[in-house]
């Protein structure tokens, strides 16, 4: 059973998550040779304050921040 945990900054759309979990799980089946049922996959969100970039905090940089679709 693979299991994946994916970690995303905020601000990706519901639509964008749902498309990423549907393409991963493809690839997953089609590489590990396993059913749809078994893969499993962690989206782990963190907001922009909780994660940096060269020692500067995402919140504080506007220019890295993610465009909500």
Do not use: H, W, Y
């Not at 601000?11 to 690839?27: E, F, I, N, P, Y």
């Not at 089609?30 to 905090?57: C, H, Q, Y």
């Amino acid at each position: 059973m693979p299991i994946v945990k994916v970690n995303i900054k905020e601000g990706r759309s519901l639509d964008q998550k749902r498309r990423m979990v549907a393409g991963m799980t493809k690839v997953l089946c089609e590489t590990m040779e396993v059913p749809p049922a078994s893969v499993r996959i962690i989206i782990n969100e963190m907001r922009n304050e909780d994660f940096a970039i060269a020692g500067t905090l995402v919140c504080d940089d506007p220019s890295r921040q993610v465009k909500r679709s």
